[in-house]
């Protein structure tokens, strides 16, 4: 079982997504504030701002607060938030990118570094693990829009690279560049998606045993942690066996 897509599954059995929901608001609503500011307010002329609110829409953002993060933008009431990416490696040299925005750079880089010393890890120089990924659109839709052949024939039609069906559901890859027009089409085909987001998809995998995997998880629920990191990908891999244990 591969690296993000068992993720949310290893998160809800820890019991996690009711403490991850909060944050979880606040990081779409910085990535929709972002998004606003740097291009139009207007969703439907600004491809990355639709695409958060899409995003918010489906993690049941309330729409007040969608509304609000677009207005602080508006009228220029948001703070400066840069985007910064940090690469690593985690316990068993598993590839670790962790995307941040923050209005200190010097502080996010500090924490950054620091929960990766603690859990066994160590931060690297940008660009030292990505070239193990690939900058990809991920939609993602519950197993009871249809099976895997109306699927795959939909995400064929919208343009999309693979498709990924299980028991949990559909996952549907497109290049990055191709997401929200992807999205679109797969949403007048298919309904409206339980997700949909740029992702980094591994190309190499790391597999871990069960020792591991526990290291891996408590370095990637610390940087999840911050409120500055927005999305934190590692290429790690682990048995059915393994998985039953965590």
């Known amino acids: 079982m591969a690296g993000h897509s068992k993720w949310a599954n ?8 009711d403490a991850v929901r909060s ?30 609110v899409k995003e918010a829409k489906s993690q049941s953002v309330p729409k007040d607060v969608i509304d609000r993060a677009i207005s602080k933008a508006s009228i220029g009431d948001a703070e400066n938030y840069e985007e910064i990416r940090y690469e690593g490696y985690g316990p068993g040299g598993v590839a ?5 925005m923050t209005d200190n750079r010097n502080r ?14 160590n931060l690297a120089e940008t660009g030292a693990v990505s070239f193990m990924f ?38 549907i890859y497109c290049e990055g560049s191709d997401l929200n027009e992807v999205s679109n089409i797969l949403e007048k085909n298919l309904g409206e ?7 980094w998809k591994p190309n190499v995998t790391t597999e ?9 998880m408590k370095l990637i629920n610390a940087l999840e942690d911050d409120d500055d990191v927005q999305t934190v990908t590692a290429n790690f891999e682990v048995s059915d066996e393994v998985m039953a244990q965590l």
Do not use: C, W
């Not at 929709?32 to 500011?37: C, H, M, R, S």
């Open 10 to 17: 290893i998160q809800h059995r820890k019991g996690r997504q």
């Open 23 to 52: 944050k979880l608001f606040s990081k779409l609503a910085k990535e929709i504030t972002v998004a606003a500011k740097m291009g139009d307010p207007d969703p439907e002329k600004n491809p990355r701002l639709r695409l958060a």
């Open 96 to 100: 670790v990118i962790v995307e941040a």
């Open 108 to 121: 996010t880089a500090s924490v950054v570094r620091s929960t990766f010393s603690k859990s066994g890890g």
């Open 134 to 171: 690939e900058r990809k659109g991920l939609v993602s839709y519950n197993s009871n829009v249809g099976d895997a052949e109306v699927v795959f024939d939909a995400a064929i039609l919208a343009g999309a690279e693979d498709v990924e069906s299980s028991d949990d559901g559909h996952d």
């Open 193 to 199: 998606s339980e997700s949909s987001k740029l992702i």
């Open 208 to 216: 871990l045993d069960l020792s591991g995997a526990e290291k891996l």
